[in-house]
């Protein structure tokens, strides 16, 4: 059986810009082992001469998703590590890696709460890591809501936007429905989307379902469009046009197109008042008939666990069939 210190050789299979100066990679691992929130990989480049470099990268998914990985990795002017992974990686070339490694500062839900998470700089990615773990483990805002502390770097993200970095589903995850969650079952398009204990379902007898925390104002919106005449970053564009005119103090923070479990989609985050700040990320997906909207909203000063929240959502959704 394969140890953490031993090197491997893992597969590049998807690579998301964050920001201009943050890469997510998705490595595929031939002897994956599950970590625990807060370990790190470390990852070896060899030139052709010999020399070598090596850095570590923390994990920036989830343990409970197998046989990947994430590092999200900040681009350093100069860094000989960073701005190889940024400049040369492409999908589907191998890199040497081993892991997971470390064990001074790591959770699993069985430890309990309350966490509170601080951090700084590249540090911070290791939180994406408990956070997602917080929200699988089924008690999303006992702990979660206290869950995130951060203080990103200004050059790491994009204007107008505290978000923590967000990761599609990759194609060939299946989906994960947490443990005590319940499945609904869209009766209209077939879609599913997890349903975490103390949560309700509202429909509106039409294309809007909002699963809603009854503890938190905290809601996942879900709304559906049939035959939509434009492509997923059309229709959330038009989203965003909407928004501004029923949100108070709207005000978007990015859209960009995305995939999602090889859809094609779109992404849009924003915030708006209504008292306080809220906080809101949407993922349109286009499916063969239907545009599905998911979005999770919260007030802004617990998005760290709306967002892990939101990671946990995703994880479990599962698209119209048709
Ligand atoms: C446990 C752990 C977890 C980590 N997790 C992450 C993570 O999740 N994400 C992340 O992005 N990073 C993470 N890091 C940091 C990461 O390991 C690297 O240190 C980082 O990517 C920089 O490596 P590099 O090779 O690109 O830069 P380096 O080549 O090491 O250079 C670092 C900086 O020093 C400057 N420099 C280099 N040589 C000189 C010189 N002679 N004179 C002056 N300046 C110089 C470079 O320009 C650069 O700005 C983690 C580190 C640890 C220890």
């Known amino acids: 059986?394969?140890?953490?210190?031993?090197?491997?050789?893992?597969?590049?299979?998807?690579?998301?810009?964050?920001?201009?100066?943050?890469?997510?990679?998705?490595?595929?691992?031939?002897?994956?082992?599950?970590?625990?929130?807060?370990?790190?990989?470390?990852?070896?480049l060899t030139a052709p001469d010999g020399y070598q470099a090596q850095r570590s990268y923390s994990i920036a998914s989830a343990p409970e998703r197998e046989n990947e990985i994430e590092l999200?990795?900040?681009?350093?002017?100069?860094?000989?590590?960073?701005?190889?992974?940024?400049?040369?990686?492409?999908?589907?070339?191998?890199?040497?890696?081993?892991?997971?490694?470390?064990?001074?500062?790591?959770w699993e839900a069985e430890l309990g709460g309350p966490l509170l998470l601080i951090a700084g700089g590249s540090v911070l990615l290791a939180l994406v890591s408990f956070t997602v773990a917080v929200a699988v483990s089924g008690d999303p805002l006992g702990l979660g809501s206290q869950a995130v502390a951060s203080t990103v770097p200004p050059t790491t993200l994009p204007p107008s936007t505290t978000a923590v970095p967000t990761t599609i589903t990759p194609t060939t995850q299946a989906p994960v429905v947490p443990p005590g969650w319940a499945v609904h079952t869209d009766p209209a398009t077939g879609y599913?989307?997890?349903?975490?204990?103390?949560?309700?379902?509202?429909?509106?007898?039409?294309?809007?379902?909002?699963?809603?925390?009854?503890?938190s104002p905290?809601?996942?919106?879900?709304?559906?469009?049939?035959?939509?005449?434009a492509d997923p970053v059309s229709v959330e564009q038009q989203a965003s046009q909407a928004h501004a005119g029923e949100l108070d103090g709207y005000s978007p923070a990015r859209l960009e197109p995305a995939q999602f479990k090889g859809l094609p989609a779109a992404l849009l985050e924003f915030t708006y008042q209504d008292g306080e700040t809220w906080h809101a990320l949407e993922l349109g997906v286009r499916t063969p008939r239907h545009h599905v909207a998911m979005a999770i909203h919260t007030r802004d000063r617990d998005w760290g666990a709306g967002w892990a929240l939101f990671e946990a959502f995703k994880a479990s959704f599962v698209p119209p069939p048709t």
């Not at 943050?22 to 691992?29: D, E, I, N, P, S």
């Not at 997890?194 to 809007?208: I, N």
């Open 192 to 215: 599913q989307v997890a349903v975490p204990p103390g949560w309700q379902v509202v429909s509106d007898g039409g294309p809007r379902t909002e699963l809603r925390d009854q503890s």
């Open 1 to 44: 059986m394969k140890r953490p210190l031993e090197w491997q050789i893992a597969t590049v299979t998807a690579i998301k810009p964050e920001t201009p100066n943050v890469k997510t990679f998705t490595l595929r691992l031939p002897q994956w082992l599950r970590h625990r929130a807060g370990q790190h990989y470390d990852i070896r």
């Open 72 to 106: 999200t990795v900040e681009r350093l002017e100069d860094g000989e590590v960073s701005s190889y992974l940024h400049d040369v990686l492409v999908v589907g070339d191998q890199i040497e890696v081993r892991g997971p490694i470390g064990g001074y500062f790591v």
């Open 218 to 229: 905290t809601l996942l919106r879900i709304d559906w469009l049939l035959d939509p005449q």
